[in-house]
């Protein structure tokens, strides 16, 4: 847990996150649900766990020097977090980042000193100017540049099984019986539940998939379907994220949008937790999950990222109804 303790820089504040239980959304059960508060993380979310443990790796190896530069393909947390840890460490940062996503994010990593190239949207994935392509020929081309690679980074999973898994274990007090995560890249889940299962096998580890990705089905049947679109970001996917260790999943539970963002405003509302909507996916789950468990099931999962971001999204009521979602306030009967 955090202290009062003082700390010698802002990187010192990464991790050691708060657990809160969630009675109110989870006023149903017989059991515990915690959220463990990633948004509290001075990037606003669980990647900068990542973002620091990528860079750090990084410098042990010896590829990244001082005035080296970290280039990656990401509009998101995990941009964020790379970009707080290059500014405090004085690296020189280059994301690329399709034309579709908007001036904000631009913004925000422009805001630490990151550079931005943005490239088209409309390219083939194999294409010179598609953004991961395009990330990799910078890397290449940038003498002292190396690519954080999220997707296929070892310190990313690693992480989170020295970090994330021993906090959740620790806070719980080693109770913890059942542990629920999205896969974006995988690194959260693999970790998390490589360190849960080695202090107690019995541990289940439950991904959470939004409907419309591909990986409860690819966990049920072995194949692979076409991915459908969905709007909760951060997770799921139409391919097999690589840090993914599906080995490590008991099962996949699937969320729809709707269920997602209704729970996402109740974690604002009742429970005064400001997240995105993938924490609202989750902790729809971990409740639906509960519901089924007994007086003995501590069910942890994450709050992934900050609600600031998506204002214009699940927080305004517009885009709420005309995306077809009911507000939750319908769905509670409390209008
Ligand atoms: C916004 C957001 N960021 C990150 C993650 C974690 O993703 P990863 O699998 O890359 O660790 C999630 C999902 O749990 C998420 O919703």
Redesign the pocket.
Same mark, same amino acid.
């Given at each position: 847990m955090r202290n009062n303790s003082s700390c010698n820089d802002i990187l010192e504040a990464v991790g050691r996150t708060p657990m809160v239980r969630l009675d109110k959304v989870a006023n149903q059960v017989a059991g515990i649900v915690y959220g463990k508060c990633?948004f509290m993380n001075p990037g606003g979310? @669980?990647?900068d766990r =990542?973002g620091l443990a990528m860079v750090e790796a990084a410098e042990r190896e010896g590829v990244l020097k001082t005035g080296g530069v970290i280039v990656e393909a990401t509009s998101?947390?995990?941009g964020v977090a790379l970009a707080l840890v290059a500014a405090r460490r004085g690296y020189r940062c280059i994301f690329t980042m399709p034309d579709k996503m908007s001036r904000e994010k631009v913004q925000l990593l422009e805001s630490f000193g990151a550079e931005v190239v943005i490239t088209p949207t409309d390219v083939r994935p194999d294409h010179p100017d598609h953004y991961t392509v395009k990330a990799e020929s910078i890397a290449d081309q940038t003498p002292g540049a190396v690519l954080a690679n999220?997707f296929y980074n070892e310190a990313?999973?690693k992480a989170?099984y020295e970090t994330t898994g021993p906090e959740v274990w620790e806070q719980t007090e080693g109770r913890v019986t059942h542990f629920l995560?999205?896969?974006?890249? *995988? *690194?959260? =889940?693999?970790?998390v539940g490589k360190y849960l299962k080695e202090q107690n096998s019995s541990v289940k580890i439950i991904g @959470?998939d939004p409907k419309g990705s591909v990986l409860k089905n690819f966990f049920d049947t072995g194949e692979m379907i076409e991915g459908r679109p969905y709007k909760?970001? *951060? &997770?799921g996917s139409d391919k097999i994220?690589g +840090? &993914?260790d599906m080995d490590i999943v008991d099962g996949w539970i699937t969320v729809n949008d709707a269920q997602a963002f209704q729970m996402t405003r109740r974690l604002a509302r009742d429970e005064g937790l400001f997240v995105?909507? +993938? +924490?609202g &996916? &989750?902790v729809h789950a971990a409740v639906e999950l509960a519901k089924e468990l007994d007086s003995n099931a501590v069910v942890v999962t =994450?709050l992934?990222?900050w609600g600031e971001h998506y204002m214009t999204k699940v927080y305004d009521d517009e885009w709420m109804r005309s995306n077809g979602f009911p507000l939750e306030d319908e769905v509670l009967g409390r209008l």
């Open positions: 990633e979310s @669980v990647k =990542i998101g947390n995990t999220q990313n999973p989170h995560a999205g896969a974006g890249t *995988g *690194g959260t =889940i693999s970790g @959470v909760v970001e *951060g &997770l994220p +840090s &993914l995105g909507g +993938s +924490s &996916l &989750l =994450i992934c990222d």
